[in-house]
């Protein structure tokens, strides 16, 4: 595991990098392209040298990335080849079970599907190019207040979505918007939601 003390610089082919995770919030990926293609030359230099992707080295020496999966999908789309990456742990040596119980235990995994499902590790995408739009990130950026014009400028956020932690809460006064089950289930991790989502959702199936 000395790749997990020792991080490693390196440049990688986006449509090399595989992703850890089923969806992305497509109105997320659009907003990130709008930004990019604001920037100028020099801006864009200095931005790809800024925004490393966080990646895990794994089985048959392939690179998943465990972060920014927006941004590296919206650069794949505006046709940028190649990405700076931050290798923070090097596990190609680990069989392929042994791989996934690891990064899932390290909280790298989030293999949901946009209706909440859990997936197997092989049904992955590929590619950011195959990475599909979560329905429920975009209903989140649009409770946080992340509207698509300024027309809703007047619309008042709801929820506080923290995306790092992957946390939902409800803002102050909005539980009367809510009522008590949505001030419950907003204190809950999002992942936790996920899973209680896909839970209903494998009942449904039964």
């Known amino acids: 595991m000395n790749g997990m003390r020792n991080p490693i610089l390196t440049t990688v082919a986006i449509k090399e990098l595989r992703p850890t995770q089923m969806t992305v919030g497509m109105r997320e990926v659009q907003a990130k392209r709008q930004r990019w293609r604001e920037k100028n030359d020099q801006q864009v230099e200095k931005y790809l040298s800024r925004h490393m992707m966080p990646v895990i080295r794994g089985p048959k020496d392939r690179f998943y990335i465990i972060d920014h999966h927006h941004l590296t999908r919206a650069l794949y789309e505006e046709k940028v080849k ?98 008590d089950g949505g001030r419950e289930r907003c204190g809950l991790p999002l992942r936790a939601q996920r899973e209680e989502q896909g839970d209903r959702h494998q009942k449904k199936a039964e």
């Open 82 to 179: 190649e990405v700076l990456v931050i290798v923070v742990a090097n596990l190609k040596r680990l069989e392929k079970d042994e791989f996934w119980t690891f990064i899932d235990n390290r909280g790298w995994l989030p293999p949901f599907d946009a209706d909440g499902r859990r997936c197997s590790t092989d049904e992955l995408p590929k590619s950011v190019a195959d990475l599909t739009d979560d329905l429920l990130s975009n209903v989140l950026d649009l409770l946080a207040g992340r509207y698509p014009s300024e027309e809703f400028s007047e619309l008042r956020p709801r929820i506080v979505w923290d995306r790092v932690a992957g946390t939902v809460r409800a803002r102050d006064g909005a539980q009367r918007v809510l009522g």
